[in-house]
Structure formats: structure tokens, C-alpha cells
């Protein structure tokens, strides 16, 4: 679903947004843009952030790239100094980075693996929330964090994608209380299956195995939902920005479902 002209509800508001690749990363950058943000752009790879910079400005909005390692202490205490230092304040910082944790049943797990996804996954979103939280008390501002509807299933294999993602939405609410009363929201956005590249690539893997259609294996991924389909990134970045707006100026530590239905509160 396309939207041709986006009302400018983050009007000159400066975003700090981690985990910028393809699929949902770029959506939240292009989208912010479109909604008239300026845009931080984080993640390890400058080459693919410098391609998101040109798309940011070619919405007619300021980027800055600053390739961090979201797990070392000195390099995020470096981003935050950047941003302020060249915007001079920031409105919304939005946790999207994300490590894979090992795909086994919990009891099987790789602690290390697992303990170096939990670094991406939830220590770096601590401490960048931390490091900006006097940056984002001086406007007003939010944190968003991407979280998963991954933690209302219980398949085995997605055992350490709901450890990490569960205890994000566990440290969202912690933060909301603690950040509160200095004037800063923290909530979270949950999708559940993303209809973009990576996940079309597992469809067609998933029909490749099963002698059926990418159709027919979209089909299913749709049916529990209530609109019978799937949602785009474009669509569950519209959603989380909404969250960085001033039309949620009195929404916090809640959790927002971008799922076409196929979860209820």
C-alpha cells in the first residue's frame, strides 16, 4: 500500500534511527523523511547508510551518517555527541538494529551466540536510551523500540528471537516509568511477519520445500490475520512514527501491534 503525500507530523523533529538497512530501516528513514524529520542514520556499514542519506535528502530533509558498532560504549557515547553536535537537538530515537539470535529450541541454545545477539538486542537499546535520554528530556522526546509479535507464539525454533525481543518489550516499559517524569515516552512497536525481501525469500523457500506456490505459503502466513494479508514495511513505519509525533504527546509505555489483525490485546 502506497501513500503518494504524507501530512508533515515530524515537521523539523531530528531522529536517530538505528539498524538502517533494507526492508523496515529504510522504511522508517524514507518515511520520517516524507513526514518532514531530519534524519541520524546508525549501523556499521557506511555504504549502505551513505545510500540512505541520499534518499533522506532527496525528501528535502538534512541526514547525518554516522557509522557506530551499537555494542561498544565508546562509539555510542561518540553518536550521541554527533547528533547533538550537528543538529543541535533530537526529537525521537528509534531502536531498529537487530542480531539473529541462534534459530534452536531454548533448551539447545548457544549462549554465546545468544549473548551476542542479547548485546545488539537489548544492552546497545539500554544504553543508547540512557546516553540520549538528557538529549530527548530537553524537547520532549521519545524512544521507539521494534519488538516483535514473535512474543505471542511459542514455536521452538523462535525461542531466542522471543528471549530477545520479549525482554525489549520488558525494558520499554522500565524505561517509560523511569524516563516519565523527565518528560520522555517509550513505547514499542511489535510487527509480526513483514512482507519484504527477507521474508519473501523464506516463502519461497518454505514453497520450494513443500511443493507449493509462494502464493499459497503467503496464504497461510495471512490467514490468521484479520485483513487477510500482510503488512509492508512502508505501512509499519507509517505506524511507528505516529509514536515520534506530537499526536501521541500522551501516549507511553504501550505497545503497538502492526500486524493486520492477527494479534488482540
Given at each position: 500500500?502506497?501513500?503518494?503525500?504524507?501530512?508533515?507530523?515530524?515537521?523539523?523533529?531530528?531522529?536517530?534511527?538505528?539498524?538502517?538497512?533494507?526492508?523496515?530501516?529504510?522504511?522508517?528513514?524514507e518515511?520520517?523523511?516524507?513526514?518532514?524529520?531530519?534524519?541520524?542514520?546508525?549501523?556499521?556499514?557506511?555504504k549502505?547508510?551513505?545510500?540512505?542519506?541520499?534518499?533522506?535528502?532527496?525528501?528535502?530533509?538534512?541526514?547525518?551518517?554516522?557509522?557506530?558498532?551499537?555494542?561498544?560504549?565508546?562509539?555510542?557515547?561518540?553518536?550521541v555527541?554527533?547528533?547533538?553536535?550537528?543538529?543541535?537537538?533530537?526529537?525521537?530515537?528509534?531502536?531498529?538494529?537487530?542480531?539473529?539470535?541462534?534459530?534452536?529450541?531454548?533448551?539447545?541454545?548457544?549462549?554465546?551466540?545468544?549473548?551476542?545477539?542479547?548485546?545488539?538486542?537489548?544492552?546497545?537499546?539500554?544504553?543508547?536510551?540512557?546516553?540520549?535520554?538528557?538529549?530527548?528530556?530537553?524537547?520532549?522526546?521519545?524512544?521507539?523500540?521494534?519488538?516483535?509479535?514473535?512474543?505471542?507464539?511459542?514455536?521452538?525454533?523462535f525461542?531466542?528471537?522471543?528471549?530477545?525481543?520479549?525482554?525489549?518489550?520488558?525494558?520499554?516499559?522500565?524505561?517509560?516509568t523511569?524516563?516519565?517524569?523527565?518528560?520522555?515516552?517509550?513505547?514499542?512497536?511489535?510487527?509480526?511477519?513483514?512482507?519484504?525481501?527477507?521474508?519473501k525469500?523464506?516463502?519461497?523457500?518454505?514453497?520450494?520445500?513443500?511443493?507449493?506456490?509462494?502464493?499459497?505459503?503467503?496464504?497461510?502466513?495471512?490467514?490468521?490475520?484479520?485483513?487477510?494479508?500482510?503488512?509492508?514495511?512502508?505501512?509499519i513505519?507509517?505506524?511507528a512514527?505516529?509514536?515520534?509525533?506530537?499526536?501521541?504527546?500522551?501516549?507511553?509505555?504501550?505497545?503497538?501491534?502492526?500486524?493486520?489483525?492477527?494479534?488482540?490485546?
Open positions: 500500500m502506497s501513500v503518494d503525500a504524507l501530512p508533515p507530523i515530524l515537521a523539523d523533529k531530528v531522529i536517530v534511527l538505528s539498524g538502517v538497512g533494507p526492508g523496515l530501516g529504510r522504511a522508517l528513514g518515511e520520517a523523511a516524507r513526514m518532514g524529520a531530519d534524519l541520524v542514520l546508525v549501523s556499521r556499514t557506511e549502505r547508510l551513505e545510500k540512505m542519506a541520499e534518499v533522506v535528502r532527496s525528501h528535502g530533509r538534512r541526514a547525518l551518517v554516522v557509522p557506530t558498532d551499537i555494542t561498544d560504549e565508546e562509539q555510542r557515547a561518540a553518536l555527541a554527533r547528533a547533538v553536535d550537528e543538529f543541535g537537538r533530537v526529537d525521537c530515537l528509534i531502536n531498529n538494529a537487530f542480531a539473529i539470535p541462534p534459530m534452536d529450541p531454548i533448551t539447545t541454545l548457544d549462549l554465546d551466540g545468544l549473548r551476542a545477539a542479547q548485546e545488539t538486542n537489548v544492552l546497545a537499546p539500554l544504553r543508547l536510551s540512557a546516553l540520549f535520554a538528557d538529549a530527548l528530556a530537553a524537547t520532549s522526546g521519545s524512544i521507539i523500540n521494534i519488538t516483535s509479535c514473535v512474543v505471542y507464539s511459542s514455536q521452538p525454533e525461542s531466542g528471537y522471543k528471549l530477545s525481543k520479549g525482554a525489549l518489550a520488558h525494558l520499554s516499559s522500565s524505561l517509560a523511569e524516563l516519565g517524569p523527565r518528560g520522555i515516552r517509550v513505547n514499542s512497536v511489535a510487527p509480526s511477519y513483514i512482507y519484504e525481501d527477507v521474508n525469500a523464506y516463502f519461497d523457500w518454505i514453497a520450494s520445500e513443500s511443493g507449493r506456490t509462494h502464493d499459497e505459503v503467503y496464504a497461510e502466513k495471512a490467514a490468521p490475520t484479520d485483513l487477510k494479508r500482510l503488512a509492508t514495511p512502508d505501512e513505519a507509517r505506524a512514527l505516529f509514536l515520534a509525533s506530537d499526536l501521541a504527546s500522551a501516549v507511553t509505555g504501550q505497545t503497538l501491534n502492526v500486524d493486520c489483525g492477527e494479534f488482540h490485546s
